[in-house]
């Protein structure tokens, strides 16, 4: 049977998720990840130096993405136990718990960090203190490199424990490297319900954005934060500054993320935004789980877990201890998480919002399109809200002493 079409043969860009599979794979080292003007890295040949052995083309997960995923066996509304500890995590904090046994039974956790420049890249955790950094959802395509894939390899001939977190296209990817058919007993995947990804490119001009407002340059900058009321985009500042905004619709980078409206183009058309899940357990967000789950503790995050394997029903049971779980149905938290049935819809918007950027600056997109109609309004809103808050915390503390 003829091997199916690949963006390498089409040059289409809703075939390519950028996950770097082609060039870990390639024998002879002849294929490149190069950004686009969008700042989204596509695989690129050097065909003097190809081999023609095609087994860049045999690798890629997108075209048999529905044959290698499979239909959970359990879904679980869940939290950490350690309320601490969740505070640290995105969302209910399944990740740590994970990645603790693993790091724990001597393993190695792979996950998506910041460099010191800002640059977000899979990297390698085989500490509870290097895992830190591992932590917290990151609203950007993470960069995979060539190696990455081969080391895992390695790792799991040697028979050591490796957990490989990532977006669905991601471990995807990772399991078509490893062995497309065979679960390997020592790796443990995570896909994350993905919302879809923008480029490294639109993140760093949004940071040259916020440098330019306040004056200083950034040194962290954290998408969202369990521990704090509101808390989205947690900015640190050279000159010893901090913002927090207590709403995603009050930045401009986090309006358009949620919005759809900067996400790669294969995102639109993502092939892992099914109930079918490529990996052995699927990590989200429980949205409305606080509602549904009266015995969960709603002040932080509820995670959506799906188990899809045994051998995720293994590691459930590893880490069982740890969690507080109510089991559940999918169809339970379908309704307020759509990305865990389908792609977000492209926008029309998505036509020329980088064409804007690049004519009109980013100062400007931001002051325009990736600001919402009524932002006066929810400013003022938040600022209430906020008040109020503070002061219902503080008659609570009073009532307590
Ligand atoms: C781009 C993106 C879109 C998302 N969209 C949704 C959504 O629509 N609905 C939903 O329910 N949940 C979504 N999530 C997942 C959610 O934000 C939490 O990451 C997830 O619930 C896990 O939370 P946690 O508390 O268990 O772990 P956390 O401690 O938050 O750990 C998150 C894990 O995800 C990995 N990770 C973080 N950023 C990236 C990245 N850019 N690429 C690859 N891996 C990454 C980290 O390495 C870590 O392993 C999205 C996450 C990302 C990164």
Redesign the pocket.
Known sequence: MPSPLTYLDTVDKHACCGCGACISVCPVNCISMKADAEGFLYPKIETDSCINCNTCRAVCPMPSAVSTSSQPQHIYACQLKASEE?K?????????AI?KWIIQNSGI?Y???FDNKLK?R?TTATTLEELEA?????????EISDVTFKEIKAHLQAQRWCYF???GC?VAALKSFISKDKQHPYLIT?D??????PSQWLFDTHIRHLEKQRGSKVTQYQF?D?SQWGGAEIVDYENGERSTLPSYSLSPYLYA?MNGFVSRESCYECPFATQHRVSDIT?????GGAKLFKTLDATT?I??CAVNTEQGANMWQNIVKDIDYVETDILAAIPN????VRP?PRPIIRDSIFETIRTKGYDYTAKTAFKPQNYMKLRIIYFFLRFSFIKRIKNLLQAAL
């Open positions: 969740r640290r995590s995105s969302s209910g904090g399944i990740f740590y990645a956790v996950g998506a960090a977000l899979h591992l932590r917290g959802s990151k609203y950007i395509q993470s977190v990532g977006t991601q995570s994350i319900i993905c919302h879809g990804v969202r369990n993320f990590l989200g967000d429980f949205w995050g995670s959506f998480n759509s990305n865990l977000t």
